[in-house]
């Protein structure tokens, strides 16, 4: 069983405890179900972002028991979205449009959530909970995005081209520019929008796009085993922050908050807590990326 959950996985590097010990486990079992009965992935991803947003406005009401049972949903809606990414891997059914979807499904959630604890707060906020909210969301996308962002380039060199979902913005844009409306309308619309959010990421990673560059220069066939094993290195440890940054801790925070009656807690430690190890996280990234590059510079203008 644990051998079939593992094949599901994109990796153990990237993998959370709380993700492997729960949420795997009955995401597999709930992809063996919805395969049985010829469920798609996107359609599991669909009711994950329902089920989320219904979770968020039990969120609104100050009472205890409502709000566990909206932590119970947002539980139930976090194994739905595990599963849909364990079925679309079991069934060979992965795609952009549905690496976008499962983007979109998180975002709804929030968005529900962030709604939700504004209305509670405005009678003694006024319009200012809002503001807050505001400053919060824009920092939780960039915090997610760079996020999947330096997971999927550590699977690129862990796993190789077909093992990562690590998208190039130029390849996009060209991609983008080459299809033709009238050859689908929800199909050049979702390669724009994934244009623009890898564009977005790509602005934080100045230094891998020049270590990404100097390498496919130097070993145009792909990155020798000496290199992909000297990032891994320097790129695991960062694995725990990706995931810290993800759902999990946020969830966390976000029980501990309404537990406690005092939902404005999460947006400040998504504020202070979570933007101090994304700056650690980009930092440390760009870094190492950086010796990498002038490493690889250095070698070729040697040669």
Known sequence: MQSDIEA???????????DLRFYRPVGYRLALFFRKWGVHPN????????I????????????LWINMAGMALLVWANSYDSADGQ??????????????????????WFVSIYAAICLRLMPQWELWI??????????????????????NVHLFFLKGESGSELADAKKMLDQYRRKKWSDG??????DRIYYDYTKGQEAWAGQFLRMRNALTQ?????????????????SLPLMKYTNMLSFNT???????????DMPWIYFTFELTVLNALLTYMVCTHERFCRSFADRLTKEEDAA
């Not at 989320?52 to 009472?63: I, M, N, R």
């Not at 809002?130 to 997971?151: C, I, N, P, S």
């Open 8 to 18: 599901t996985l994109k990796s153990m590097d990237t993998e959370e405890f709380i």
């Open 43 to 50: 359609t599991v991803t669909v009711a994950s972002m329902l």
């Open 52 to 63: 989320g947003a219904a979770a968020g406005v039990c969120f609104y009401f100050a009472d």
């Open 87 to 108: 079925l679309a891997r079991m069934t060979g059914q992965t795609s952009p449009l549905g690496r976008l979807l499962d983007g979109f499904c998180s975002q709804v």
């Open 130 to 151: 809002w503001a807050l909210a505001a400053v919060t969301g824009f920092f939780h996308a960039k915090q997610a995005a760079m996020a999947d962002y330096y997971r």
């Open 185 to 190: 309308f929800v199909s050049k619309l979702s």
């Open 218 to 234: 130097k070993y145009p066939a792909g990155a020798p085993e000496w290199f992909r094993n000297s990032f891994r290195t320097k």
């Open 250 to 260: 946020r969830a966390i925070a976000l029980f501990v908050s309404l537990a406690v």
